[in-house]
């Protein structure tokens, strides 16, 4: 038997950001807004708050969550929500924005700090109704069941994933993407593509989620260099957002794998966004993933090629080549090209490799690796070179 959660309802498309007022006013009057100042310096605060206001509705907001979201973050929105009395959430940005909310919504309603649910807490109460407005294509925050928080005492990044965590309402309105910046778009890309591949050959992975994991790499495949070198290109945003959604849907149900397992360590101990850092260990952890993967990854291969030849194993070679030289032109940095320090980066590789393997995901990896073997593997993806060898050719 198998499980797949969803958020209550999607809506999807330009201009789906005109249904927020209808949408909102179901759950109250007072509504929180999670957002960052980027967000207010873009004008889209400002936009949603005319759209709700016009719905007569109040609003309030919190705009710290302008790096990689922390406990001190939900601890700051959650008393700003409390103090006004808030019947609805709107998370309003990137993960970081949607993840805080995420956790403001159900530690609101279960008393509770937020590092408790990584203890195997469950939610006993219901949250309080979010809504999630993504402004890049990358997360898919948005449909998950999961929210990353960094615990600040001991510098790890916190995995907390169950039901309670899934928004309300997901709206995915691809023009609030355009703003994205090059390095953001590459980023959030990257992340998405690493969401749906690892959902793809996960040991959690099932039928139906697999379908939506095939279907955003197609797409993500065919429009990311679009996104980055073309940003007003909305036919590329749209495509990339949906994908984003599709991968998210993806992964909530069948997890990620050791990609995300060894990225997490890194941002909460070198500050570098997700995205950058899943983009960091993507090759190399595809070359250690090969012989255990080589069915899934030519069957990727062919989704997106259907015109490639070969056996298994030169299809699967060819798709890695493929990312590595989407990292190329992508302009992803290795760990030494992003200004990691190497003997800050030795002196932290034992914990890095003892928080990967506690987060759950390597243990989702088609192979499983031990301590020593993701300290081997960080040591690689260190000064990692994304030249793309051996080569294959396709049929005429």
Known sequence: MNVFETPQKIIYGKDSLQQLGTISRAYGKNVFIVSDQMMEKLGYLDQITKILEEAGLN???????????????????????????????????????????????????????????????????????????????????????????TDTTHDTKMMIK????????????????????????????????????????????????????????KKITANIKTAYNEGTNIEARDKMSLAALEAGLAFSNASVTLIHGMSRPIGALFHVPHGISNAMLLPAVLDYTRDAAIKPLAEIEQAIHPEATGTDEELADLFINEVKTLCQELEIPNLQGWGIDSDEFEKVLDKMATDAIDSGSPANNPKVPSHEEIVALYRTCYDYSYAAKPEYSYAK
């Open 59 to 149: 609003t309030f907001n919190y705009l710290g969550a302008n790096t990689e979201p922390t406990d001190i973050f939900v601890a700051e929105a959650l008393k700003i929500f409390q103090e006004n009395h808030g019947d609805v959430i709107i998370a309003l940005g990137g993960g970081s924005c949607i993840d805080t909310a995420k956790a403001v919504s159900v530690v609101a309603t279960n008393d509770y700090y937020i590092g408790e649910f990584m203890k195997n807490r469950i939610a006993e109460n219901a949250p309080v109704p979010l809504i999630a407005i993504p402004t890049t294509a990358g997360t898919g925050s948005e449909a998950t069941n999961v929210t990353v928080i």
């Open 162 to 217: 169950q039901s309670a965590f899934l928004p309300k309402i997901s709206v995915v309105d691809p023009t609030l993407t355009v703003s994205s910046p090059k390095s953001v778009t590459s980023a959030t890309g990257l992340d998405a593509l690493c969401h749906a591949m690892e959902s793809y050959f996960s040991v959690k992975a099932q039928p139906l989620t697999q379908t939506f994991s095939i279907s955003a790499i």
